[in-house]
């Protein structure tokens, strides 16, 4: 299995300078992320595998997921591995609004506790949930 790094393009970092896009090291590090999680099937599996070449990764879970899988959020914690916010139920930002965007996160906050890191569904966030985001921390 071959994989090819994905790089942001560079108009989006320009548009969202705020945001972490990189991390600069001079390790040849890689950074495994996982979304939407934490599912029986793929979870479980991702975990086994992880753990076999003694690798950890970010899961982005999504709380109505964690409500539903607690021992698996559980197994993804105890295991070493890092947590981020993916929301409560997955919701497209640019199709929804910046209220209701900002406590659905907040909502999947409560359960996942995640160490400050989010990342949006599908991508889409728009400038003023960005913007909101960051004034809250």
Not at 103 to 131: D, H, W
Request: hydrophobic letters at 35%; one cysteine or more; glycine letters at 6%.
């Amino acid at each position: 299995m071959t994989f090819a790094p994905v790089k942001t393009p560079l108009v989006a970092k320009k548009m969202f300078p705020n945001y972490i896009w990189d991390i600069p090291t001079k390790n040849k590090d890689i950074y495994l992320t996982f979304d939407d999680g934490p599912t029986p099937e793929i979870t479980n599996w991702t975990l086994d595998v992880l753990k076999q070449y003694n690798a950890k990764a970010t899961f982005f879970c999504i709380g109505k997921n964690v409500e539903q899988h607690p021992d698996i959020f559980q197994n993804i914690i105890d295991e070493g591995h890092v947590i981020g916010n993916h929301t409560q139920s997955h919701l497209k930002g640019w199709k929804t609004k910046t209220k209701t965007y900002i406590e659905n996160i907040a909502e999947a906050q409560n359960i996942i506790n995640s160490e400050l890191l989010f990342r949006p569904p599908y991508g889409q966030i728009t400038p003023k949930q960005g913007k909101k985001l960051i004034s809250l921390g």
